[in-house]
């Protein structure tokens, strides 16, 4: 699911990425690794981001099932992309159906603004909308100076430059291996 490039990126600033693999096929080996960091439970962070990742909404089903594993403990946030759906209402409806918890929308790698909907992409609005009405938290992105796939704040945002925030990459990015 991972582009060439960002997959590159990754293995390179890595020094566990083998482990981050097999976390990423095995959720017992990241529970095990949970229990021994006296973690009771983590978020699965998943999004789709076609262009800069490669992950596409297959992230969800991937998510769903991993959390299965066990519930309680594994967290499932998917992702919806306004621009790569062809139905946003079927889209909400699976994220329901999958029993996901929450949606992360990533403006940076999706490229857009998280108020895009103010400007014609109205199916972020529904996105909102159908979050809220469904008690669904919505998580977004916010800009760093280099995150961990290796682009600069100038390269993730889309079109501005605001104050780097912290980067939020202290967390182990639960997706399907490559």
Known sequence: MFHPHALELMRAKRPN????????RSPKSFLKHL?????????????????VIGFTGAVNQFVADYAKENPNRLISCGGLHPRHSANIEADIDQIRRLKIR???????????????????????????????ANGIPVMFHTLHRRCSCGLSQAENSPGTRGPPAMDAHGVFLIAPAP
């Not at 990425?17 to 990423?24: A, D, M, P, R, V």
């Not at 229990?35 to 262009?51: F, K, Q, T």
């Open 35 to 51: 229990d021994a960091s006296g973690v009771d439970r983590a978020v699965l962070i998943n999004y789709v981001a076609p262009e």
């Open 17 to 24: 990425f083998e482990q981050i693999l097999e976390f990423c």
């Open 102 to 132: 929450m949606i992360k929308i990533h403006p940076p790698h999706q490229l857009l603004f998280p108020n895009a909907y103010q400007n014609g992409v109205k199916e972020l609005e529904i996105i909102y909308r159908t979050a809220e």
